[in-house]
């Protein structure tokens, strides 16, 4: 139901941007967001956006990371840029779709040099 993509291998202070898009019979989107899990942490919220476009980012990511959503297009994409060895986690997106909520499979971001 959710495909994500756009992980990868980048150095500090690079960019990378997230994808998601949702699939299937769809009658209704509400919260879209993302949330990540480095080793050894529990996973938590980075950022999520309601269907009207309100935002809400964790502390430690604003100002660098931006959630944006194109209700036409079933998508949430996160763009972070500054990028921080700290962020190195597997990001996974999340929506709430037809009143349920869901998972996307994880998409890698490592930040190393």
């Known amino acids: 139901q959710l495909q994500a993509s756009g992980g990868g291998l980048v150095q500090p202070g690079g960019s990378l941007r997230l994808s998601c898009t949702a699939s299937g019979r769809i009658f209704s989107i509400d919260n879209m967001g993302w949330y990540r899990q480095a080793p050894g942490k529990q996973r938590e919220l980075v950022a999520d956006i309601t269907r009207g476009g309100r935002t809400n980012y964790v502390d430690s990511v604003k100002g660098r990371f931006t959630i944006s959503r194109d209700n036409a297009k079933y998508t949430v994409s996160l763009q972070m840029n500054s990028l921080k060895p700290e962020d190195t986690a597997v990001y996974y997106c999340?929506?709430?779709?037809?009143?349920?909520?869901?998972w996307g499979q994880g998409t890698l971001v490592t930040v190393s040099s």
């Open positions: 999340s929506a709430a779709l037809n009143y349920r909520g869901y």
